[in-house]
T-cell receptor, first 114, second 108 residues
Framework: EAGVVQSPRYKIIEKKQPVAFWCNPI?????LYWYLQNLGQGPELLIR????????DSQLPKDRFSAERLKGVDSTLKIQPAELGDSAVYLC????????????FGPGTRLTVL | QKEVEQNSGPLSVPEGAIASLNCTYS??????FFWYRQYSGKSPELIMS????GDKEDGRFTAQLNKASQYVSLLIRDSQPSDSATYLC????????FGTGTSLTVIP
């Protein structure tokens, strides 16, 4: 069974530029999560999807961050414009359904904003 | 007060010893608890979950939950150098929260 796939693995951009991250969850997993993780910190939830519905986006900075999961499978997280403080690892995770919260993480995208 | 608190460590134990990792949480409605292991430069990987008070064992790992004390722990028996990593506690009540992790070093 393939794991969670993320791309790109690394991204370097200048501040004020846009950036997008893509995630494909484990096949059959209905719940998808986006996290950011700063060095020495735990992951911080940005948004959680149940199928194509965003059920928890309370921690998503909506002035510059957006996400979509149009067909309830893969998802894109976008930042526009990026700021220096957005440099972090962006992690995508999935779990099988609402009743099973065991999450499996992708390898992450390391974003550096210069 | 953070939603999930862990001692950042580092915690060092000799090979073969028991490593004890602790986590406290603030939201009393929390119902689901997880332990993840994260190697440097890698993403978190699930070790085990626990939902009910008491102990849950899986191989060398034992998770312990005490909802009255809002406390969850992870014991690693017969610690191996390959167990050296950061251990993250995660809690779900109305939202998912992760602790900052405890760094464990197992000394050969």
């Amino acid at each position: 069974e393939a794991g969670v796939v993320q791309s790109p693995r690394y991204k370097i951009i200048e501040k004020k530029q846009p950036v997008a991250f893509w995630c494909n969850p484990i096949s059959g997993h209905n719940t998808l999560y986006w996290y950011l993780q700063n060095l020495g910190q735990g992951p911080e939830l940005l948004i959680r999807y149940e199928n194509e519905e965003a059920v928890d986006d309370s921690q998503l900075p909506k002035d510059r961050f957006s996400a979509e999961r149009l067909k309830g499978v893969d998802s894109t997280l976008k930042i526009q414009p990026a700021e220096l403080g957005d440099s972090a690892v962006y992690l995508c995770a999935s779990s099988s359904h609402r009743g099973n919260l065991e999450q499996f993480f992708g390898p992450g995208t390391r974003l550096t904003v210069l | 007060q953070k939603e999930v608190e862990q001692n950042s460590g580092p915690l060092s134990v000799p090979e073969g010893a028991i490593a004890s990792l602790n986590c406290t949480y603030s939201d009393r409605v929390s119902q689901s608890f997880f332990w993840y292991r994260q190697y440097s430069g890698k993403s978190p990987e699930l070790i085990m979950s626990i939902y009910s008070n008491g102990d849950k064992e899986d191989g060398r790992f034992t998770a312990q939950l005490n909802k009255a004390s809002q406390y969850v722990s992870l014991l690693i028996r017969d610690s191996q150098p390959s167990d050296s990593a950061t251990y993250l506690c995660a809690v779900f009540g109305n939202q998912f929260y992760f602790g900052t992790g405890t760094s464990l070093t197992v000394i050969p």
